[in-house]
């Protein structure tokens, strides 16, 4: 009929089914290599009302489903049974044909599907009956037959699994109970794009033609990524058992299937300032001090009190979007954090201006981590007029965990899957997803130790950094550290040869502790001239004192000195130690060696027999959380190699943050001793974007609640009740804690979200005539809002209270697959909160004027509602088919 391509196919009920099996026919025609097909992968559908089949095979049995196709046989059958007779008597009394059929729809019309169908328009429902009676009249016969061979359980039942999640629009009335579930579960289970018609039922081409007009108007014009159809193509084929069928074919046929190719857009960021100090000092105000290398390593003075730094993403302008984080560390990075910021921003204005230029990646490629990477980076960065040699290392560390993390979701894994995934040699059978960290001790005035005490961190390794006391102290030091496990040292080149052979005389008495507990020591002696030389009289330590040595700034200066070239890197090392033994390990900073670089030296080590250490630059969450899916692929490659060496990560550093940049924080993963947990880490960063951070800033993916209620007491009891804040878990009994920060006007507070901690700081303001309150957080969990109190008379007001947040993760998660659970927050728990609080001040004040009955009464509502809302919050994350909850799974 001259139709080449089928732009859209929109079905209403059994259309919506023949739509979906003219999809599976299509899809199996291409699979089988033929030429024509009715539909191509790029064709949209919209589906009104339409029954998709069974989700899962146990419901096409069950008879409490809504997918039991066996029941729906029997209902169709009998229904058809009913229109054959109904037509055959209409034929033999054919002057009541009309008012027979009419009955006969109006009765069907009835049902509860069609919601109010009969009442919302009476001279429209009244059109519809006279243009069908004619149908029928005409028509019964064949219609009857139509809907018992048609009927869904006479047909396929899996149709919807061959749907494309981004080409489909589910649309149903919101009065059409039995499909608004169905467009639910089907939006949940397979990621297609659903659409509710408030007010009418199933009839929504009758009831809302301008809806649906506008619906399809809208969908058709919408422009499809074909990078993203192919990463949800490859999914849905991976998820829902179908076979892989190749997206956009090519017009001349080839034997080797095109690679999957994304190609970014754009570059975002925000930058962010978090506390850090001595955790043992309220609120980390003594700072640390001695960090970094050389005179960093010696300087006593210049405290560190903040962690600046850059959270980039790297996207597609669409789903797909990579972080990283660009943090340089004065003392470790030649860089400063404005020299960094400027790069960045210039790569993000330049990549603006020239969106067509932009280069695809290749994930698989990228992800295997030898060399495609960088190649990525050098060419993205001569599209956009920048010298490769003048990226600076923090920055290119940033922009190389944002594509990493990028090219994971284009293949729907989680990081660390997908670098185990696409690793030249086979890891995955070595794959850990719980990583060792080591604890530290920097050499600030008081031991960060006491922070793992407070915390209940027993970490099962120990760095102690040392070379700034007499060799004597720092050798006491070690060996009393030892006691808690395995400890290592790191002199940051501080000692001579002399000096370091003293600190090894000082061990002679306690020669158990040196063969047990004491793993190495970091860089102990002063930089020469070269790694070569550096090697040389760190082999000389090694024999006559026995004690192994490990490179940290020795690595990354022979990495900056070769430009970033792998080879030559290799060249050097493997002929360095072709024949010393005494190197116990390499210590990896992705944050100043980039990611790449990393691994590839990594997979030498254990080539060389040596260790793997990842460690921090003390970053924040997002850079520690990359550098532990580093991590745990490298110690991976060492178990499939049968290595022995495998030693705990430098990733301690969280334990100096005040705060951080994700919700729940990098600690939250991290159990009592000290390992941290990756598969629950790696699923919380997936798919993390900048609104998600907790980085302040305006904009953002925010949620707005608000309530209001009456109570029985004026303005000003209520207010000064409100606004003393430690009060404050007594009616919002899902905060665990809110304190006053000592020396200021802030106050921080603690929520528990089943299981996780979630913090911030938040400054205040009370206003007067009437009262107001007004808040926002500083830090943490991204929130703000007001409570007003106006007053109705002398003894009661109205409160009104508004609050403004960035969803946190955990809840994101919750929110992504439960519906019910945003109505919950939305209209129940402030509105319950506000309740609790007018019942604790009642209570409050009845016990203050002696009336300890009413007192006793009002507190056990407040905690019956507190149980209810608990009870709630656990029964709405609902159960999965496999027994878990969708925050388990988050976990």
């Known amino acids: ?11 209403y009920s059994l259309g ?33 009302g339409s029954n998709p089949g069974t989700f899962f095979p146990s419901e096409q049995h069950d008879t409490k489903s809504i997918f039991n196709g066996d029941d729906r046989v029997v209902k169709d059958d009998n229904l058809a049974s009913i229109m054959q007779k109904t037509f055959e008597r ?8 009309g008012d027979i059929w009419a009955s006969f729809l109006v009765k069907w019309y009835a049902a509860p599907l069609w919601g109010n169908l009969q009442s919302n328009d009476s001279s429209a429902y009244g059109e519809m009956i006279s243009r069908r009676t004619a149908h029928l009249m005409q028509r019964g016969s064949d219609l009857s037959e139509i809907l018992s061979s048609c009927s869904p359980g006479r047909n396929s039942m899996v149709d919807w699994k061959y749907a494309s999640s981004f080409q489909t629009m589910f649309v149903a009335g919101s009065l059409d109970e039995k499909y608004v579930d169905i467009g639910k579960n089907w939006e949940t289970i397979a990621g297609i794009r659903y659409q509710e018609i408030a007010g009418v039922g199933h009839a929504v081409l009758c009831e809302a033609s301008s809806e649906v007009a506008k619906i399809i108007g809208d969908f058709v014009q919408t422009t499809s990524n074909k990078d993203e159809m192919m990463v949800q193509n490859q999914e849905q084929a991976r998820s829902r058992d179908i076979p892989l069928i190749e997206l956009f074919p090519s017009s001349t046929s080839s034997e080797t299937e095109a690679p999957l190719l994304v190609t970014p857009t754009q570059i975002e960021f925000e930058t962010f300032s978090l506390g850090v100090g001595d955790p043992s000092s309220n609120h980390g105000s003594t700072g640390l001090f001695g960090i970094g290398w050389g005179k960093g390593s010696q300087n006593t003075k210049d405290e560190l009190k903040t962690r600046e730094g850059i959270i980039l993403s790297f996207s597609t302008g669409g789903d797909l979007v990579g972080v990283g984080e660009i943090s340089p560390l004065s003392g470790l990075h030649e860089e400063t954090f404005e020299d960094a910021l400027a790069q960045v921003g210039e790569i993000r204005n330049t990549m603006a201006e020239i969106p067509d230029l932009i280069p695809a990646l290749e994930p698989i490629t990228i992800l295997s981590l030898n060399g495609s990477l960088s190649r990525y980076i050098n060419e993205l960065l001569d599209r956009c007029g920048i010298q490769t040699d003048s990226l600076l290392p923090s920055v290119r560390s940033g922009l190389e965990s944002a594509v990493i993390s990028l090219a994971s979701q284009a293949i729907s894994m989680t990081t660390p899957q997908a670098l185990a995934a696409a690793s030249p040699v086979p890891i995955e059978e070595g794959m850990s997803y719980m990583l060792v960290l080591n604890g530290i001790e920097t050499r600030s005035a008081q031991s960060l130790r006491s922070k793992s005490e407070k ?14 006391r007499s060799v004597e102290d720092d050798a006491n030091i070690l060996s009393d550290r030892s006691s808690s496990g395995k400890v290592r040292g790191d002199a940051n080149r501080l000692w001579t040869m ?9 061990l002679s008495s306690n020669v158990d502790f040196v063969q047990a507990n004491l793993e190495f020591i970091e860089e102990p002696l002063v930089r020469y001239d070269c790694i070569e030389s550096q090697v040389e009289a760190l082999e000389s330590f090694y024999h006559k004192t026995g004690l192994k040595y490990a490179l940290d700034e020795s690595i990354a200066e022979l990495v900056a000195a070769e430009n970033n070239d792998f080879v030559k890197v290799e060249k050097r090392l493997r002929t360095i130690f072709k024949d010393n033994a005494g190197c116990a390990a390499f210590v990896l900073k992705p944050a100043l060696l980039g990611s790449e670089m990393s691994i590839m030296l990594a997979r030498l080590c254990n080539d060389l027999e040596m260790g793997a250490v990842f460690s921090s630059s003390f970053d924040s969450a997002v850079g520690l959380a990359h550098a532990s899916f580093l991590a745990s692929v490298s110690d991976a490659y060492a ?51 900048l609104d998600e951070t907790t980085v302040m800033k305006s904009g953002g993916k925010e949620t707005t609640v608000t309530s209001s209620i009456t109570l029985p007491f004026s303005c000003d009891i209520a207010c000064a009740r409100f606004t003393d804040w430690p009060q404050q878990p007594r009616w919002s009994p899902w905060l665990s804690s809110v304190s006053y920060v000592p020396g200021s006007s802030e106050t921080e507070w603690t929520l528990d979200v089943r299981g996780a901690r979630l913090q911030w700081r938040a400054a205040s303001a009370v206003s007067e005539n009437p009262p107001k309150v007004v808040w926002e957080s500083v830090s943490g969990l991204k929130n703000r809002g007001n409570v007003k109190f106006v007053p109705l008379s002398s003894t009661s007001c109205t409160m009104s209270a508004t609050v403004t947040f960035v969803t946190p993760r955990p809840i994101s998660m919750l929110f992504k697959n439960n519906e019910f659970l945003k109505e919950f927050l939305r209209n129940k728990l402030m509105s319950w909160s506000l309740e609790m609080f007018r019942d604790v001040v009642k209570a409050d004040l009845a016990l203050e004027r002696g009336d300890a009955e009413l007192g006793d009464a009002l507190f056990g509502s407040v905690e019956g509602r507190a149980s209810a809302i608990e009870a ?16 388990q799974d988050w976990q």
């Not at 002399?498 to 000082?506: G, K």
């Open 90 to 97: 209409s034929m033999l009394v054919s002057d009541e044909s």
């Open 1 to 11: 009929r001259g139709i080449f391509q089928v732009e859209m196919v929109c079905g």
């Open 16 to 48: 919506g089914r023949v739509s979906l099996a003219m999809r599976r026919l299509s899809l199996q025609d291409q699979l089988e290599g033929k030429n024509k097909f009715i539909l191509t992968p790029e064709t949209k559908m919209v589906l009104f």
């Open 639 to 689: 178990r499939t190699r049968n290595s022995p060496v495998v030693f705990a990560h430098g990733l301690g550093t969280f334990t100096t943050l005040i705060s951080d940049t994700i919700s729940p924080s990098f600690a939250s993963f991290v159990n009592s001793s000290g390992i941290v947990d990756i598969e629950r880490l790696s699923k919380s960063i997936y798919g993390l974007s």
């Open 455 to 468: 915390n209940n961190l027993a970490f099962t390794s120990f760095k102690v950094k040392i070379g700034h």
């Open 872 to 887: 709630t919050l656990l029964l709405s994350s609902g159960n999965s088919e496999n027994g878990k909850s969708d925050w």
């Open 498 to 506: 002399s000096q370091a052979v003293s600190f090894s005389e000082s």
